[in-house]
């Protein structure tokens, strides 16, 4: 619809009776609407037409109007999504008493802004900017500042990992898999059992259908995602506990790593090895990932390097991430490969794949061991987990998420 030439001054009558009256239902607000959030992206793209001038002074004097007539709140708050989604800065502000509950004020500019005794009850600030905003005396009830709290597990945590389609985070409590919904912190299905030892590493299936787990108990196994009822084969070969396991990007393989030092893949639809053992590590290989386009390996142990290996010949090829100051127990690709992940000790680094120097930010914020590290779907964050905490990070910034 944004790119369609509507007149927008028979839309803008049509919006603002609709979304700056009087509502009469209190819950709904412009944000639940997918009509009108369409039609947003329509004034973004008319951002110079004089007419969004004009809107732009209507809703303005709508959120004004609410100061004497708390009865046009919820009018007050869609007018003031409006402008936050158009992108307008509403910084400097003189707002004290504007009823604007419900509102939507992801990534909001109001720095300076006098919101005092305003009411902002239910409204969301995720990532707002808000230096120098007065709240004082604002009704802050229920505001959503997207301070998540941690997922406290209910056993030592070793693993972590990203479902690709749904909003879940498979995590590795004990000798069990749970798997959790990461906005609402809430569990997702049954817990997976079958293992007789901690679980060192799981991972999900590309299409997000079965998840792989490794164990201390020298087995790798599979699971249906959805229901948490075992699949498949269990995998037997290694000589002692499987650290590390991942799918190839179409899931007919699958990479394990173990205290044994070898790398060794698996045909996942019958649990048969194929192909050479891999041996170059000198201690135990804790993490294993296939970059996105199934060619290659990564691969990280406790002899301090991460190396890369060619999947179709099982072979290593250089270069070695060697500039470590401790082992490291974790890796992970990049959605795009071009970066690596891995967490040593306190911290977690990122490394360039083809060159294999060091990327970004050192991110810490740990006072204990990090044992996993994952990116989210898209690439835009990172996930870590400790003995009993995950948390999650930006990837280019390396700025924590939850509080």
Known sequence: ????????????EEVLERLTSIDPQPDRRIHHEPEAMRFLEDLIVRQSN?????LKETL??????????????????NAITILNWMGVSLTLQSWAGI????????????????????????SCLYRAFLKGTNFSDANLTDVDFAERAPIKAEDYVRSIAYHPHKPWIAVAEGDTIVQYHYETREQVGLPMRGHTEEIHSVAYSHDGQYLASGSSDKTIRQWIAATGERFGQVMQGHYSGVYSVAYSPGGQCI???????TLRQWKSATGQPFGPVMRRHTASVDSVAYSPDGRYIASSSRDMTIRQWKAAKNSAFEPVMDEMLCSCNSVAYSPDGQYIASN???????????????????????????????????GRYLASSSADTVRQW???TGNLLDQ
Request: proline content about 6%; aromatic content about 8%.
């Open 1 to 12: 619809m944004a790119g369609q030439d509507v007149p927008l001054d028979i839309r803008r």
């Open 50 to 54: 004089p007419r969004v001038s004009r």
């Open 60 to 77: 303005f004097a709508a959120i004004e109007a609410s100061k004497d007539h708390p009865e046009h709140g919820a009018s007050a708050a």
């Open 99 to 122: 009823q604007i509950p419900g509102a939507n004020l992801s990534y909001a500019i109001l720095a300076h802004s006098d919101l005092s005794s305003a009411n902002l009850q239910s």
């Open 344 to 378: 040593h000790w306190e911290v977690i680094r990122q490394w360039e794949a083809t060159t294999g120097q060091a990327f970004g930010p050192v991110i810490q914020g740990y006072f204990g061991t990090v044992n996993s590290v994952a990116y989210s779907p898209d």
């Open 255 to 261: 990479a394990s790593g173990g205290f044994d030092k």
């Open 394 to 396: 930006e990837a280019d």
